[in-house]
C-alpha cells in the first residue's frame, strides 16, 4: 500500500484528479487577458490552479482540458463565474488613508468654496471608485464626505458610483455587512455613527447606515469595455487594479480617465502605482495623487 503524507497526497491527487497542462494554463492566460486585462505569468500558475479547480470540482469536469473547453463556448455566465474565480479583491475601510486625508484637508474645502452649484442649486460632486471590490473603498469615501461635510451636505448634491467587473463583490457591497473585525482598526466615533452592530452566533457582524448607502450607486462595469457614464468626475479612485494590466491597457485608462474628469479633477492610484509616461499631462499633488491641470 502506498502511504503518502498529507502533503504527497494533496500533490497525488491533484496530478490524478486534475492536470494543468501548459496548453491549457496558456489558454487560461489568454482568456484572462482578453476578457479582464489582466495579465497572469508562470508565477501565477499555482494560485490559476487553486481558484479553478474549485469551479472544476462544482462542475463535475475531470480536467482542465474540459474546462477550457466549456469557456471555449463562450456563454456568458460560465465567463462572469470564471471573472469572479479570477479576480484578487483584497481591500480595507481607509486603505491608504492620506488619500481620505487629501479629500478632508484639501479636496472638499475647496470644492466647497467654488460652490459649483447644478440645476438643482446643489453643490455637485461626483466621485467614481472604478474597482470598488466590496465596497470598503466607497464606503470609506462615503464616511470622508459626512464627516468633512457634515450638517452643510444637504446643501450638496453628491454621487459616488462604484463599479467592478466581478459581480460576487459588488452584491456583497451593496449588502454593505461586513465581519466586525473588518472595521475593529476605525475610531469608535466613526463605528458608532456609521455601523449598526448585530451577533449572528458567534459571528459579530456590522452593517453600514443607509445613510452612506444612498449615497453610493454599485455597478457592475468592465473597465476594458465602453463606460456608459458621462461624467465628469471630480475625483476617481483607480486604485490597487492597473497593477494587474500590461503597460498598454494602463496608458488607454489613463486617457480615458483624463477626459472623463473635471479641469482641476484628482485621481487616486494604489501605491504601487504609477502614471507612467501619462505623468506629463497631470499634476502630482501628494503620495499618488494627481490633478488634472485646470
Ligand atoms: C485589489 S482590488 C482593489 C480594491 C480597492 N480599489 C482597493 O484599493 O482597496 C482590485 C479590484 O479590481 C477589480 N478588477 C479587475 N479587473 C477589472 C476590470 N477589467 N474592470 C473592473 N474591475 C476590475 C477586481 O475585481 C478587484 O475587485
Not at 471608485?129 to 466607497?138: F, Q, R
Not at 459571528?203 to 455597478?219: A, C, G, P, S
Request: glycine share 4%; hydrophobic share 35%; aromatic share 12%.
Amino acid at each position: 500500500m502506498v502511504n503518502y503524507t498529507n502533503h504527497d497526497k494533496s500533490a497525488a491527487q491533484r496530478a490524478e484528479v486534475v492536470r494543468l497542462s501548459d496548453d491549457d494554463f496558456n489558454f487560461i492566460c489568454t482568456f484572462v487577458y482578453q476578457s479582464t486585462g489582466i495579465v497572469l505569468n508562470a508565477n501565477k500558475r499555482e494560485m490559476v490552479y487553486r481558484r479553478l479547480t474549485r469551479i472544476i470540482r462544482d462542475r463535475k469536469l475531470k480536467s482542465f482540458s474540459d474546462y477550457c473547453a466549456l469557456l471555449k463556448e463562450n456563454s456568458e455566465q460560465e465567463k462572469n463565474y470564471f471573472i469572479n474565480a479570477i479576480t484578487t479583491n483584497l481591500t480595507s475601510f481607509f486603505r491608504e488613508e492620506h488619500h481620505f486625508d487629501y479629500l478632508t484637508e484639501h479636496e472638499l474645502p475647496q470644492l466647497k468654496k467654488l460652490k459649483r452649484v447644478d440645476s438643482t442649486g446643489k453643490n455637485r460632486l461626483r466621485i467614481w471608485s472604478c474597482a470598488s471590490s466590496t465596497g470598503e473603498e466607497p464606503y470609506s469615501i462615503a464616511m470622508t464626505i459626512f464627516e468633512a461635510l457634515k450638517q452643510e451636505l444637504n446643501q450638496w448634491d453628491a454621487k459616488i458610483l462604484a463599479t467592478d467587473i466581478d459581480s460576487n463583490v459588488l452584491a456583497k457591497g451593496k449588502a454593505g455587512v461586513y465581519d466586525f473585525k473588518r472595521i475593529e482598526h476605525l475610531p469608535l466615533a466613526l463605528k458608532k455613527m456609521y455601523f449598526y452592530q448585530s451577533n449572528d452566533g458567534n459571528q459579530h457582524y456590522v452593517k453600514v447606515h443607509e445613510k452612506l448607502q444612498n449615497l453610493i450607486t454599485f455597478k457592475l462595469l468592465n473597465l476594458l469595455h465602453s463606460w456608459p457614464m458621462k461624467g465628469p468626475f471630480d475625483v476617481i479612485f483607480c486604485r490597487n487594479v492597473i497593477i494587474y494590466f500590461d503597460k498598454k491597457t494602463q496608458q488607454e485608462l489613463f486617457s480615458r480617465f483624463y477626459e472623463l474628469l473635471t479641469p482641476g479633477g484628482l485621481l487616486f492610484l494604489g501605491h504601487s502605482e504609477s502614471l507612467g509616461h501619462y505623468q506629463q499631462y497631470f499634476e502630482c499633488v501628494g503620495r499618488t495623487i494627481f490633478r488634472k491641470p485646470k
